[in-house]
């Protein structure tokens, strides 16, 4: 079954009592028992929920896995991982990360001892030397990564990992299951903001983790009802409404990101556009191996710096300067004061978030009119 097809009917058939099309949305905390632990399979709302449990097989059906879990935030999920994690505990994760996780990873290291080394997400041979310096549980990255656009060779970070006893866990927020499928590459662990593309709309917060191995998988969900971060039953009938329409919007997401790429690339007030469907992004070859399509989302480095990035984001008008990403809407934002403010300076220049840096999420609107806008912008700067 295609992919376009299996957002709209993989786990979801008909409800067997009324016929409805959509799943019911269950809105009860708890369940009847016929005797004392005997049950339909649901007994608190915390635990499991039959909304929810639609949700949580479809994103293992699209992601390819066994277990699919789903969470309250993308930070819901990723602390319900980490609390897998012994204390004293090493990950190896990609320099170029979403700064809500740095501080999560730092959060661990001050109170459990578990420490993290970064690497360039790009550089293959940088993980292998990670690696060889010490037991690692984790190797972490985010591909393509946020908000630098760079891509991580899955497969063999995935070879590297798995020769030194660790799990590569991928966040696949960027991409979605319509453009990339970790797993397919031989990641153990997929994580996703699914308030981002799987949702669509910009009106639901949630995460989720997807497993490869059944034995992993019921070992988060125990952690899942344990650590108790889970959706209500609304919003995962939100997510489960934006998924059926995941792939036709990943393909105009894609469309409206290479047009503006491209009329970014062409200006002299920008010194550099990172988005991988770009023929001189440095890893354009990987990406066509190893995604389905290059995403719409896109950063730019200003000439001019912050004064100039300031200058180009208070011009634009049918992008809405905000936070996150991956709704129908376009949004603009400046990661070194908006969402990566959180990096200490010196770590953001060490990677490459500069105070000339702009991220753009592109939506689903008509992209002549996405090209309008960054064009009268950009004679702004």
């Not at 988060?220 to 995941?246: C, E, H, K, M, Y």
């Not at 208070?314 to 936070?323: D, G, N, P, Q, S």
Request: glycine share 10%; hydrophobic share 40%; with cysteine.
């Amino acid at each position: 079954m295609r992919f376009d097809t299996r957002v709209i009917h993989a786990a979801q058939p008909p409800d067997e009592l009324t016929g409805a099309v959509n799943p019911p949305i269950y809105l009860s905390s708890t369940f009847a028992q016929s005797a004392p632990n005997k049950n339909k399979g649901y007994v608190y709302g915390r635990t499991s929920n039959p909304t929810r449990t639609v949700l949580e097989q479809v994103l293992a059906d699209l992601e390819g896995g066994r277990r699919g879990l789903a969470f309250a935030s993308g930070l819901g999920a990723l602390t319900t991982m980490l609390e897998d994690l012994p204390s004293r505990s090493r990950i190896v994760a990609g320099s170029d990360l979403y700064g809500g996780t740095r501080r999560l990873f730092e959060h661990h290291r001050v109170q459990f001892g578990v420490t993290t080394d970064y690497v360039e997400t790009s550089n293959t041979e940088a993980f292998a030397e990670a690696l060889e310096r010490g037991p690692t549980s984790i190797v972490y990255v985010e591909s393509p990564t946020n908000p630098l656009m760079r891509l991580c060779d899955l497969k063999k970070v995935a070879a590297l990992a798995h020769r030194h006893r660790a799990r590569l866990v991928v966040d696949n927020t960027f991409a979605s299951p319509a453009l990339q499928r970790p797993i397919e590459h031989g990641a153990d662990l997929v994580l996703h903001s699914t308030t981002k593309y799987l949702g669509g709309h910009s009106d639901i917060l949630g995460g989720a983790l997807i497993a490869r191995s059944a034995a992993r998988g019921e070992r988060l969900a125990w952690l899942q009802n344990a650590v108790g971060a889970i959706p209500s039953p609304v919003d995962a009938f939100l997510v489960l409404r934006g998924i059926r329409t995941l792939g036709v919007r990943m393909r105009r997401h894609c469309d409206g990101a290479s047009a503006v790429a491209k009329v970014l690339q062409a200006s002299r007030k920008v010194a550099a556009v990172n988005y991988p469907g770009l023929r001189d992004h440095p890893q354009y070859q990987l990406a066509r191996r190893q995604m389905d399509g290059f995403g719409g989302m896109l950063s730019a480095e200003f000439r001019g710096g912050a004064a100039a990035a300031r200058r180009f984001l208070r011009r634009l008008r049918v992008f809405t300067l905000a936070e996150s990403l991956g709704g129908v809407e376009s949004l603009a934002e400046h990661p070194a004061s908006m969402t990566h403010s959180s990096v200490p300076a010196a770590e953001r220049k060490a990677v490459g978030i500069t105070g000339g840096l702009v991220r753009l999420s592109v939506g689903i609107e008509h992209p002549a009119d996405l090209v309008e806008d960054v064009e009268r912008a950009l004679r702004s700067v």
